[in-house]
């Protein structure tokens, strides 16, 4: 029995070098900008951005103490500026990140170093029932 553990230890080692390391949640990770989704404390979508109402969530989001970076998507950064400014006042980290894989629409999310109890993101709307 240990012999059979051994072996699968070895191949799960091979794998991973030939293939890279397994990454977790990738599908997740695509939808909100390289985080996890329990890590985010605030997102809007490319839509929402452009609304004087997006901006002041995401203003307001900015004011949370867990929070460690503003992540951009790279096509939302003119749009974005306003938080880009507001971020470097407040000495937060920002990085404008691109991917071709990204799917969804989250423009912008403001993410904490650990996992977050946020139920809803103003990103996903009201949650239909």
Known sequence: ?????????????????????????????????????????????????RTKEGIKVMAEALKDPR?????????????????????RRRNLDFTIVSNPDFVGDVAVALVAADAVDVAELYAEGPKKR
């Open 1 to 49: 029995m240990a012999r059979l553990s051994k072996k699968s230890e070895l191949e799960k080692t091979l794998a991973a070098g030939i293939h890279g390391t397994p990454e977790l949640k990738p599908d997740e990770k695509r939808r909100y900008l390289g985080s996890f989704r329990e890590r985010v404390i605030q997102a809007v979508s490319f839509s929402q951005l």
């Open 67 to 87: 929070a460690v970076e503003l992540l951009i998507h790279q096509e939302a950064r003119g749009a974005a500026m306003p938080l880009i400014v507001e971020s």
